[in-house]
């Protein structure tokens, strides 16, 4: 079992940056592969960007490569995202989420789930 728990949102002007925090409980973090997911209002939950369980993977959607960078502390049991560069779009609630063995954008592989962080970006 792992519960998440996301932090650091908060409203931002364009060109801003902000760094996301997913706190993981359960001492078998480590074996878990990470992602970053987002939901704009009215719009599908979409795949950012994911990690292997050892951090030497990661797989960015096109939308963030370049902006945004993903990192994980396996002692600390922590997953980051820093965000820079933002933009109105990037307006969203933020969830981190976990799967054994998969860093892919496809929702339904990931088993745990945080309760999601609001990330808003003005113009």
């Known amino acids: 079992q792992v519960q998440l728990v996301e932090s650091g949102g908060g409203l931002v002007q364009t060109g801003g940056s902000l760094r996301l925090s997913c706190a993981a409980s359960?001492?078998?973090?480590?074996?878990?592969?990470m992602g970053w997911f987002r939901q704009a209002p009215g719009k599908e939950r979409e795949f950012v960007v994911g990690?292997?369980?050892?951090?030497?993977?990661?797989y960015y959607a096109d939308s963030v490569k370049g902006r945004f960078t993903i990192s994980r502390d396996n002692v600390k049991n922590t997953v980051y995202l820093q965000m820079n560069s933002l933009k109105p779009e990037d307006t969203a609630v933020y969830y981190c989420?976990?799967?054994?063995?998969?860093?892919?954008?496809?929702?339904?592989?990931?088993?745990?789930w945080g309760q999601g962080t609001q990330v808003t970006v003005s113009s």
């Open positions: 989420a976990a799967a054994r063995s998969y860093y892919g954008v496809e929702i339904p592989r990931y088993e745990y």
């Open positions: 359960g001492r078998t973090f480590s074996r878990y592969a």
């Open positions: 990690m292997s369980w050892s951090g030497g993977s990661t």
